[in-house]
């Protein structure tokens, strides 16, 4: 078989073949499998996996040592820059506010993580839409006039930069700094994947399809953590904060249907049909056309992955359950406790004559019965005399507030 030779640049656009700019997703699929076959029959070479893809590396990548040391100093910036919030800023801030202990601890992280997210989402917005370029609502756009070691836009390369050292750094912050969760793996899978995107996409001009990617997933982490971090603060001085706790449920609707709507559905004609058949149209050839749409279709794979974890917190929410981020990594015993104390006290508070049914109090039993030693010294000391005076007092509004106490005196 004859090598294949990546293609240099596209097709002028009065050459473009004819294509449907808006096909159902049925219809998507079917493009997206046929030039993805094409194109695998095509570069099918004895060598293709290896010796194939340096060559073309080497002939087309446009990558500068100053732009990876650009890059790794970013990231240290990202780090330190963290670091010096966190203590000086965040931890005061979280200990002004008397947020709870295991509150605090997950503060620092959210915080910085909004930031991060609305001040990149914000950039990404400024070049898709405010600098007269249309690449969002035109797939074919994000070709046009492509060549081999084209010019990327400052305020493009800008952007590039900045994601590329912040998830050099998100990868030693998953691994170092962050609470481990459920999907730590998955997650510097993710961060991987993330980084080779970027980094190849730059080093192939690919830029523009690029950035279109940054835009469609940043939007959905900011209502991410901007929900975590008012769920942080709901609990102030041993207050519940109401409002707190209504804007941290608009966040996770907004989140949710943010993640849909975006990374879900719009995913699939702004990117994957960009990148897996339009590419092919304008641009006959072009290189590592299986590798980025490999690393696309991946992606893709794990926004539909955490998903699950989405919508089963939106069953909890519906169900009447605590919310808490589902991916932590705590034991079952300690997850049905705080579900059972959760919709125990719920019921008590709904009921105004305070009046308690069966279930509220076998949901409190579980709090008032946990072994010793999961409980502090001073709490088994003082188990059986609360008890008795519990059983001499309304099963109402005086229990759940012994038992809060209690809930306190572990999670705190």
Known sequence: MEKFVAGEKCLPPSEWPAYDPQPSYVELLKLIYKSFKTEWVNRQTSNWAVVDFVDDLKRMSSLTLDDLWATLIVAIVFTIMRSALTEWVFKPFARYLQLRKCDRGKFPESVFKALYYFA??????YILFGVGDDYFTDPAFSWAGWARHMPVPQVTYGLYILQLGFYIHAVYGVLVLDARRKDTLVMILHHVITLLLILFSLATRYHRIGVVVMGIHDIADIFLECGKLTMSIRYRGKKFDQIA?????????????????????????????????ISMVICPNGPFYIFFNCLLAALYAM??????????AAVRILSGTVVKDTREETTSEEDSDMEAVNQALHRVNRNEQGESDEHTQMGLQRVLKLPENKAPPEFAKNESQEEKDISQLPPGRSASQTANRRLRQRHT
């Open 120 to 125: 990149s989402f914000s950039y990404a917005c």
């Open 245 to 277: 706790d209504y804007v941290s449920t608009f966040c996770f609707v907004m989140f949710m249907l943010s993640w849909f709507v975006f990374r879900l559905v719009l995913y699939l004609p702004s990117v994957l049909y960009s990148t897996g058949h």
């Open 303 to 312: 926004n539909v992955y955490w998903f699950q974890f989405i919508v089963y």
